[in-house]
């Protein structure tokens, strides 16, 4: 007869920590500070034309000589611009992170009830005048000038690129080269910058060790993230996430192509221990299978629910503080013990490597109406370890038949060396038989 | 019965190659068209091409029309719901019937139902930067083996519509200083070339006289144009040709050509077309 293996779910999840973290802008930097961007959290809310950006920064370094330019499709305002809680960006950086789902064979020896036990509570790692004078004077004005938060925001209206550039330079900041070019054609592109230093006063103030994220609000008919900036402070490759907060449903971009990372794969045990070494691989191999042309989906969810949770949903005031307008403030108040679901909020969450050679134009995005639920799964099956009671030799041959399909898959999924999985793998009932080489491989090397 | 050379129909050559899109499309790409939504578009869009044609009291019953515009439509649309995929055949081969001026019908059949389901639900919608830059070469390749295979007969408005877009998104470039790598990132995209070879290009929904598809093409790249980089709107060139579809009336009352035959498709079919075979 054959075994059937129920199983007995324990829910653990293990999440991929985003470390590093930028603006989507380009670093000005005083003297010899040496800045780039290496990766980025960009959190869009979008509907009809309203969009709120959020920029996460993981700055590390003096924030003295700390600046940044950030291109925005529009004239903004003072009160557009904000400084938000960078608390609410990693809690949903990990509510919407690839995830382990682990499960347990239970006896083999024993008639199975269906058992299942959800922890959703699953610990995770907690996933001037002078200035206005000498700007005029370069066909920059300094349009407005205010302190949110620790940051100084300069609103400039640039009417040529060599203005904003020069007036950086003159305000000793290093601008990386080719600049100009890129900031020359958002200017005609009818974009406008602003500029964000640190006000230590303020910051040591406020005692905050880090950066908190600048959030601006606008309108705009462009759905898009300029990211040609970013690459030219970069050194080499990027890392961008996009979380896009929507109403309807999944965000893609309309001039990359859009693809899903492969998901619900089984995977061997020990991936459980070396998870963000495993995901970084399969991200790699993914993204050299497209070309290095991709933008990859890595999480497509109802904002209300989710299954198995990495973390729970954004709250309503969380959702809020990211500037989802559409929730309405009655909701955010309420004094009630349980605070509602968030309803009519559909996350989204891009991950995309570039550099200015594979992503030549900025990332142009629309909203669609697909509500199918996507998220990045593995799956890990741990098999029976308990004494047996009777003649387990069948389920030990179904397990070891099992880690080999697994290991066969993790070889696919990562091109990691099979012969390197198989010596992590305790197989069931010993190792498995070295396999045979093939007459020629070794022929020629 | 006397069977049509096949390549005296240029729409034989267009049913191969879109049909080997979709199998790349569903079987490679896998940007997600679903199986039951081709299935529902081909059947709903035959069934409908029939009961229309028994109404018109048409002598014959042409699948083939119908057939291309239901692969366009399953390439093309997506939703996840069969109901909504098939309204969008019913629309695209009930305005065939309906919706006519002098005896042509005014809109492209796959382009109206697009456009009409993008408006009447938020449930479908249009998926223009699914291709891998491998798959538009390839497909790419397949629409200039098109125009050779029917030495461009008809092929003005496609012509036209490139050559126009391309020339606006190069000059933007100029203008802004932009390397050339971003146009050319901007015509490397598959909704784009099957926009451009498989729906613009309809010899039925175009003006019949070649000056009056050259011209017609260029306005479509116009407003495509104007949508895309000038509103910032996704699917510029789908929105356009519905804009501009009655224009087509007007052209041809100003400009007078010969109506589109398909299985007539040139004076001279047989005398330029031997070559291919031999």
């Given at each position: 007869?054959?075994l059937?293996?129920?199983l007995?779910?324990a829910?653990?999840t293990v999440?991929?920590?985003?470390?590093a973290q930028?603006?989507c802008?380009?670093?000005v930097?005083?003297?010899?500070?040496?800045?780039?961007?290496?990766a980025?959290?960009?959190?869009?809310?979008?509907d009809e034309?309203k969009?709120?950006?959020?920029?996460?920064n993981?700055?590390e370094g003096d924030?003295?000589?700390?600046?940044v330019?950030?291109p925005?499709p529009?004239?903004i305002?003072g009160?557009?611009i904000?400084?938000?809680d960078?608390?609410?960006?990693?809690?949903?950086?990990?509510?919407t992170?690839p995830r382990?789902?682990?499960y347990?064979?239970?006896?083999p020896?024993v008639?199975?009830e269906?058992l299942e036990m959800?922890?959703?509570?699953a610990?995770?790692p907690?996933?001037?005048k002078?200035?206005?004078?000498s700007?005029r004077?370069?066909g920059?004005t300094?349009?407005?000038q205010?302190?949110?938060?620790e940051y100084d925001i300069?609103?400039?209206s640039a009417?040529?690129?060599?203005?904003l550039i020069?007036?950086?330079?003159?305000?000793?900041?290093?601008i990386?080269?080719?600049?100009e070019?890129v900031?020359?054609?958002?200017?005609?592109?009818?974009?406008?910058?602003?500029?964000?230093k640190v006000?230590?006063?303020e910051?040591?103030?406020l005692g905050?060790q880090?950066?908190?994220?600048?959030q601006?609000?606008?309108e705009s008919?462009?759905?898009?993230l300029?990211?040609r900036?970013?690459?030219?402070?970069a050194?080499g490759k990027?890392?961008?996430y996009v979380y896009a907060?929507?109403?309807?449903g999944?965000?893609e971009?309309t001039n990359?192509?859009?693809?899903?990372l492969p998901?619900n794969?089984?995977v061997?045990?020990?991936?459980e221990?070396e998870f963000?070494n495993?995901?970084?691989?399969?991200?790699?191999?993914q993204?050299?299978?497209?070309n290095?042309?991709?933008v990859?989906?890595?999480?497509?969810?109802d904002?209300?629910?989710?299954?198995?949770?990495a973390?729970?949903?954004?709250?309503?005031?969380e959702?809020r503080q990211l500037?989802?307008?559409w929730?309405g403030q009655?909701d955010?108040e309420?004094?009630?013990?349980?605070?509602?679901r968030a309803?009519?909020v559909?996350?989204?969450?891009?991950h995309?490597?570039y550099?200015?050679?594979?992503f030549?134009?900025d990332l142009m995005f629309?909203?669609?109406g697909?509500?199918?639920?996507?998220?990045g799964?593995y799956?890990?099956?741990?098999?029976?370890?308990g004494e047996a009671?009777?003649?387990?030799s069948?389920?030990?041959?179904?397990v070891?038949?099992r880690?080999?399909?697994?290991?066969q898959?993790?070889a696919?999924?990562?091109g990691?060396d099979l012969?390197?999985i198989?010596k992590?793998i305790?197989f069931a009932?010993?190792?498995?038989?070295?396999?045979?080489e093939p007459?020629w491989k070794?022929?020629?090397? | 019965?006397?069977?049509?050379?096949?390549?005296?129909d240029p729409?034989?050559f267009?049913v191969a190659?879109?049909?080997?899109?979709?199998?790349v499309?569903?079987?490679?790409?896998?940007f997600?068209?679903?199986?039951?939504?081709?299935?529902?578009?081909m059947?709903?869009?035959?069934?409908?091409?029939?009961i229309g044609?028994?109404?018109?009291?048409?002598?014959?019953f042409?699948p083939?029309?119908?057939?291309i515009t239901?692969?366009?439509?399953?390439?093309l649309l997506?939703t996840e719901f069969?109901s909504?995929?098939?309204?969008a055949a019913v629309?695209?081969?009930g305005?065939k019937f309906?919706?006519?001026f002098?005896?042509?019908?005014?809109?492209n059949?796959?382009?109206?139902?697009?456009?009409s389901?993008?408006?009447?639900?938020?449930?479908a919608?249009v998926?223009?930067?699914?291709?891998g830059?491998?798959?538009?070469?390839?497909?790419?390749?397949a629409?200039l083996?098109?125009?050779?295979l029917?030495?461009?007969k008809?092929a003005?408005?496609?012509i036209?519509?490139?050559w126009?877009?391309?020339t606006?998104?190069?000059?933007r470039?100029?203008?802004l200083g932009?390397?050339?790598?971003?146009p050319l990132h901007?015509?490397?995209?598959?909704?784009?070339?099957?926009f451009?070879?498989?729906?613009i290009?309809?010899?039925?929904?175009?003006?019949?006289?070649?000056?009056g598809?050259?011209?017609?093409?260029?306005?479509?790249?116009?407003v495509?144009?104007?949508?895309?980089?000038i509103?910032?709107?996704?699917?510029?060139p789908?929105?356009?040709?519905?804009l501009c579809?009655p224009?087509?009336?007007?052209?041809?009352t100003l400009?007078h050509?010969?109506?589109?035959q398909w299985d007539?498709?040139?004076a001279r079919p047989?005398?330029?077309l031997k070559g291919v075979?031999s």
């Amino acid at each position: 007869m054959r075994l059937l293996i129920t199983l007995v779910s324990a829910l653990v999840t293990v999440l991929v920590t985003t470390s590093a973290q930028a603006f989507c802008g380009f670093y000005v930097a005083r003297a010899d500070t040496s800045l780039f961007n290496r990766a980025s959290q960009v959190v869009l809310v979008r509907d009809e034309d309203k969009t709120v950006i959020t920029m996460a920064n993981d700055f590390e370094g003096d924030a003295e000589d700390f600046a940044v330019v950030i291109p925005v499709p529009t004239m903004i305002e003072g009160e557009q611009i904000n400084v938000g809680d960078r608390a609410v960006i990693e809690h949903l950086d990990a509510y919407t992170s690839p995830r382990i789902v682990e499960y347990h064979d239970g006896d083999p020896c024993v008639v199975y009830e269906r058992l299942e036990m959800s922890s959703n509570d699953a610990a995770f790692p907690s996933a001037s005048k002078q200035l206005k004078r000498s700007a005029r004077s370069r066909g920059v004005t300094i349009e407005a000038q205010y302190t949110v938060g620790e940051y100084d925001i300069l609103i400039l209206s640039a009417t040529q690129s060599d203005g904003l550039i020069q007036w950086l330079v003159e305000n000793d900041y290093r601008i990386p080269s080719g600049a100009e070019r890129v900031v020359d054609s958002y200017l005609k592109q009818d974009m406008r910058f602003f500029v964000a230093k640190v006000n230590l006063e303020e910051q040591s103030k406020l005692g905050f060790q880090y950066l908190r994220p600048l959030q601006v609000a606008y309108e705009s008919n462009r759905f898009m993230l300029p990211i040609r900036l970013g690459t030219l402070n970069a050194k080499g490759k990027q890392e961008l996430y996009v979380y896009a907060l929507t109403r309807t449903g999944r965000v893609e971009t309309t001039n990359y192509r859009t693809v899903k990372l492969p998901s619900n794969v089984t995977v061997p045990e020990f991936v459980e221990d070396e998870f963000a070494n495993f995901y970084r691989a399969m991200f790699d191999r993914q993204t050299k299978a497209e070309n290095e042309r991709a933008v990859f989906l890595e999480y497509a969810w109802d904002m209300g629910w989710c299954d198995p949770c990495a973390a729970d949903p954004l709250s309503a005031r969380e959702l809020r503080q990211l500037g989802v307008f559409w929730l309405g403030q009655h909701d955010v108040e309420s004094k009630r013990a349980i605070q509602p679901r968030a309803q009519n909020v559909f996350v989204t969450r891009l991950h995309v490597r570039y550099d200015a050679e594979h992503f030549p134009e900025d990332l142009m995005f629309q909203e669609t109406g697909d509500r199918q639920n996507y998220q990045g799964r593995y799956v890990i099956q741990h098999p029976w370890k308990g004494e047996a009671s009777c003649d387990i030799s069948q389920y030990k041959a179904s397990v070891r038949d099992r880690q080999e399909r697994e290991a066969q898959q993790l070889a696919n999924l990562t091109g990691w060396d099979l012969g390197d999985i198989h010596k992590k793998i305790p197989f069931a009932g010993g190792a498995p038989e070295p396999e045979k080489e093939p007459w020629w491989k070794r022929l020629w090397n | 019965m006397k069977l049509l050379s096949p390549l005296r129909d240029p729409r034989y050559f267009q049913v191969a190659v879109l049909t080997s899109l979709l199998a790349v499309g569903i079987g490679i790409l896998n940007f997600g068209i679903h199986w039951q939504n081709a299935a529902t578009i081909m059947l709903t869009a035959q069934f409908v091409q029939y009961i229309g044609t028994r109404l018109a009291g048409l002598p014959r019953f042409d699948p083939l029309s119908a057939l291309i515009t239901s692969l366009s439509l399953t390439l093309l649309l997506r939703t996840e719901f069969a109901s909504l995929a098939a309204t969008a055949a019913v629309i695209a081969i009930g305005s065939k019937f309906l919706i006519r001026f002098r005896n042509k019908h005014v809109f492209n059949p796959a382009n109206v139902a697009l456009v009409s389901l993008m408006l009447l639900s938020d449930r479908a919608w249009v998926s223009s930067g699914q291709w891998g830059s491998a798959a538009i070469g390839a497909f790419a390749l397949a629409c200039l083996g098109f125009l050779v295979l029917t030495r461009a007969k008809r092929a003005e408005t496609t012509i036209a519509f490139v050559w126009a877009f391309g020339t606006l998104l190069v000059g933007r470039a100029v203008w802004l200083g932009d390397p050339l790598s971003i146009p050319l990132h901007q015509l490397q995209n598959g909704a784009l070339l099957i926009f451009a070879f498989f729906m613009i290009s309809d010899p039925k929904t175009t003006p019949d006289a070649p000056f009056g598809r050259a011209l017609f093409g260029a306005v479509v790249a116009a407003v495509a144009f104007t949508i895309q980089f000038i509103f910032y709107q996704p699917n510029g060139p789908i929105l356009a040709l519905i804009l501009c579809a009655p224009l087509v009336p007007l052209i041809d009352t100003l400009l007078h050509g010969s109506h589109y035959q398909w299985d007539k498709p040139g004076a001279r079919p047989s005398a330029s077309l031997k070559g291919v075979h031999s």
